[in-house]
């Protein structure tokens, strides 16, 4: 009897953890969030986030908090002899955190650690080029976003992104979009959506700028996109998100209904930012 009143006693204390963890996630949260914002923290994210003065007061605030529990909540680890400082923390995070204006609240759920390695760095990458025949190649990479925990970035690639910000180019924005797309555990372009009929439309739209943007790499056709978009629905979207953020009038005259998506999903409008 004691052994079965026992063995209640823990499922109710599972049930009950898992009830009000999300509770407790989100009171801690939003005691991050009010923190005083340090002066300096502030003058580094003016000078290294090229659109912050662009934002509106309540974007800034809301910026500032998501910051706030980015840091508190995701672990920084220099790769190479590479010594993270505190500058570069806060650069990726608020460019990262751009992502969160939306106010989705999950502060890229999976993610616990940012490698960050000094410049380009070299992976072993194995390829099928056959039925029985496997190739494997060392190549650079400047940034990835791993399913499970992790995003990898090269640092010199974050700056040389920040100081050329209408390139369309950014690669904090591309890997951070691939940890939103992974969110439900697989990277196909579909980040986790408000609402169930929301799918159907992203789908449509999605398809069409991806072929649209496949096409016109085809037959060497300049586009606002990089031409990397064209990889996969995965890299699409991740590029498509860099773009959006990074040359929004642009986007918006080649590609609207791709644009009007982007925009439903973020929350945000860059055009009103440039």
Known sequence: MVKIIVLFLIIGLIIAGI?????????????????????????????????????SPDEIRRLKGHIQVF????????????????????TIAAVACLLLLNERGQYFARLRSILVYPSAYFVQETTSIGKYVVEEKRVARLGESWTNDQVV????????????????????????????????GKAEGVPILQCNSDYAIWAKVMTQA????CNDVLQS????????????????????????FEKPHQLL??????????????????????
């Open 221 to 244: 056709v300049n586009t606002v996109m990089d031409s990397y978009g064209a990889t996969n629905p995965a890299e699409f979207f991740a590029v498509a998100t860099e773009t959006f």
């Open 71 to 90: 840091l508190a909540e995701k672990q920084f680890i220099g790769c190479r002899g590479l010594q993270v400082t505190e500058e570069m923390k806060l």
């Open 19 to 55: 009830l009000f963890n999300p509770i407790l996630v989100k009171r801690r949260r939003n005691r991050f969030k009010h923190r005083p914002f340090p002066p300096l923290w502030s003058a580094i994210i003016e000078n290294n986030l090229p659109i912050y003065l662009c934002l």
């Open 153 to 184: 970035l090269s640092w010199e690639q974050v700056k040389q992104d920040i100081n050329n910000w209408k390139d369309g180019r950014n690669v904090v924005l591309h890997e951070f979009a691939h940890q939103l797309d992974q969110e439900d």
């Open 253 to 274: 005259s080649e590609y609207p209904a791709l644009y009007e998506q982007l925009q439903r999903y973020y929350q945000l409008n860059p055009v009103q930012w440039m």
């Open 210 to 213: 991806y072929q649209q943007l």
